[in-house]
């Protein structure tokens, strides 16, 4: 999967598409301000959603969901916007590490 996705961004080229969502500029039908960003992402100077990128990846999907986007397809594009240049140089410390470590436990059955 995450090959695949590599592989994917390798023949993306730069300047055609939203570094922060990865919308091909084609696919953009709003106004552009930015040569970096998508109408969605960018406007006025500033961006529009400024939190971390669990939420943006949830909102991206939901918003490609109810534009009668495929779930499955949906999913994958927003699994994809943490390689969006935009996001993948905010480094591991901006997300919490929450997935715990499963803990082995053994009982003596006696
Ligand atoms: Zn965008």
Redesign the pocket.
């Known amino acids: 999967m995450l090959i695949h996705v590599r592989y994917i961004l390798i023949y993306m080229k730069p300047g055609t598409y939203?570094e922060?969502?990865?919308?091909p500029f084609k696919n953009d039908t709003g106004v552009r301000t930015s040569d970096k960003?998508?109408s969605?992402?960018?406007t006025d100077g500033k961006f529009c959603y400024e939190g971390n990128l669990k939420d943006f990846q949830k909102i991206c999907y939901e918003n490609m969901v109810k534009s009668g986007m495929n779930k499955v397809q949906a999913w994958i594009f927003a699994f994809m916007i943490r390689f969006a240049p935009r996001w993948k140089n905010m480094g591991s410390a901006q997300t919490p590490q929450t997935d715990k470590q499963p803990t082995i436990e053994i009982k003596s059955t006696e």
Not at 20 to 23: A, G, H, Q, R
């Open positions: 939203c922060s969502c990865l919308m960003y998508c969605l992402c960018y």
